[in-house]
């Protein structure tokens, strides 16, 4: 990044607030009030954290959040569906509270979603839906792929799919990784990957607080840093497969959900991907939304999900 680029780089969005939490709307608070269950899984000697909400034996969803994110991204969402279903959201390894490994794997992601899932008990009512926002988004398609017939549908939120030409053959930078004093200059550094304005700051605040553990700096001294593995992407084995051959392998009914004014699954993308998975594939866009759809327009996803994971989709 050159000096003149970064002289255009809007500031980071909870620097405003200098550490204090924005106002929050009442909607949200009696959200966070809804109470929740906390446990762990073991897949592959990796422990995997999630938390689930609703009563056990209620027709299950669970909730895979995006890159370098965590469970309670979902913090705004989940709470409103959980009446007449079980919901549980996890980390993902290398995410989260979640333990790090040496690589990570596609094929091992699915696995944490359906042993996670499977413990918290969204599999307790029959078969469930996954939902995955972003690179989450992804992970629910190989889950889709590999457990399918285990599951009641599926869902992508944002997940830009290219064609093969265009697809990505690298890793996306390292992030993370530095130790700060405080943990209220920690949380001033926060941004959004990719970025882009959020209006609800108090979205943003919350999932930045439960991004943040203690760690000791270079001097010795106690400090703050992100949660995820910030060699994440280096230690990534992905072998991306053509998009045709995934709409082929899917082993379930799948819904796209986009960002009426996302960057990343603009119109060209959003017509290929109607074209790749066909007209079995039911494709919502959620207006006044960008790429961070599940923050942009919470409540909006919520009745989205709450219609799509009824007894009428899905068989």
Sequence with gaps: MNEKTALKRPPAPLKAFAGEKPPAPAWFEKALAVPCDRGTS???DATIHWKAWGKRGKPGLILVHGGVAHKDWWDGIAPF???TRRVVALDLSGMGDSDHRDV?????????????GRDGGAFDGGAPFVVGHSFGGFVTLNTAMQYGE???GAAIIDSPIRPPEEQRNSSPPSRGGNVYASFEE???RFRLLPEQPCENAFLLDHIARQSLKTAQR????????WKFDPNLWKKMSYTRKPPAEVAASLKTRI???RGGDSVLVNDEIWAYMASVFGPSASMISIPAAQHH?????PIAMAAALETLTGPGWGG
Excluded at 105 to 116: P, R
Excluded at 218 to 225: K, Q
Excluded at 293 to 297: A, S, T
């Design 218 to 225: 270079p001097d010795g001294t106690p400090g703050w840093t």
């Design 104 to 116: 990570y794997k596609m094929e091992c992601f699915a696995e944490e979603v359906m042993t996670a």
């Design 81 to 83: 569906l959980c009446e």
């Design 186 to 188: 920690a949380l001033q």
């Design 255 to 257: 819904a796209i959900f």
């Design 293 to 297: 759809v599940i923050l942009d327009q």
């Design 150 to 152: 285990q599951l009641r």
């Design 42 to 44: 073991t897949v592959q």
